[in-house]
């Protein structure tokens, strides 16, 4: 039905490939958070992180998600329900 997870492997390929296509790359002169992410993405975790989800965000909206879940390594998600749509809703 649909359920499932997602795994990107962050490989040299995979960089080469956001760094060419990514809207923050694209747009860097307009924020300073864009700059920041272009500029420093080999060193900084956030920025890195920041272009994963801009990935993430791009590519849940090409397959029609209509939400997206991100769960840094160090958070859990533990829902009483074992469902995400019963902890979060429709």
Aim: charged letters at 25%.
């Amino acid at each position: 039905d649909g359920d499932g997870v997602v795994v990107t492997r962050c490989v040299a390929a995979f960089w080469q490939r956001l760094l060419r296509t990514s809207a923050m790359v694209a747009r860097r002169s307009e924020q300073s958070v864009f700059e920041d992410a272009a500029r420093w993405w080999e060193t900084e975790v956030q920025s890195r992180q920041s272009l994963c989800v801009e990935h993430a965000v791009v590519r849940a909206s090409a397959e029609g998600l209509d939400w997206l879940l991100h769960i840094d390594i160090d958070e859990a998600f533990l829902p009483c329900r074992l469902h995400p749509v019963d902890f979060f809703g429709s």
